[in-house]
């Protein structure tokens, strides 16, 4: 029972450092996204 803890508790912190990494992923785009927009607004 112990190891099966142990098993999920590793588990859980791998979905969290996945999540952190498509959360960075998506913050990354969206600022893309907007250096993108502002270069195109400068440019017009």
């Known amino acids: 029972m112990e190891r099966y803890k142990s098993n999920l508790k590793e588990l ?3 979905m969290n ?3 952190l990494h ?3 992923n998506v913050a990354l785009l969206v600022g ?3 250096l993108l927009k502002f270069l195109g ?3 017009a």
Do not use: S
Request: hydrophobic residues 40%; glycine residues 6%.
């Open 17 to 19: 450092i996945h999540e």
């Open 12 to 14: 859980g912190e791998q």
């Open 22 to 24: 498509q959360i960075k």
């Open 41 to 43: 607004i400068v440019e």
């Open 32 to 34: 893309v996204i907007y």
